[in-house]
């Protein structure tokens, strides 16, 4: 994505719930995706923040959710 677009974008979120904002803002804004495959492994080290333990999954959780409904209730604005 470009710089310029990324920004147009009005993103907000900065932790859990980056990746659903960034989709539903896409979305809205009529953009094309093209999704590539990335290699991965195992993690090599330490615990999962998120899957490792409830009050993880409770706190990423709840900032999914919150971030859904704030981008879901903001009106729809084009791309500047």
């Not at 093209?34 to 492994?41: A, I, N, S, T």
Request: glycine share 12%.
């Amino acid at each position: 994505m470009r710089r310029d677009t990324l920004l147009a974008l009005g993103m907000r979120e900065l932790t859990y719930g980056w990746n659903l904002e960034m989709q539903m803002r896409v979305a809205r804004a009529g953009l094309r995706v093209l999704e590539l495959p990335v290699p991965y492994r195992r993690r090599s080290g330490g615990e999962s923040k998120v899957a490792g333990n409830l009050r993880g999954s409770l706190k990423a959780g709840s900032r999914i959710i919150a971030t859904f409904a704030r981008v879901a209730m903001e009106p729809a604005r084009g791309l500047s």
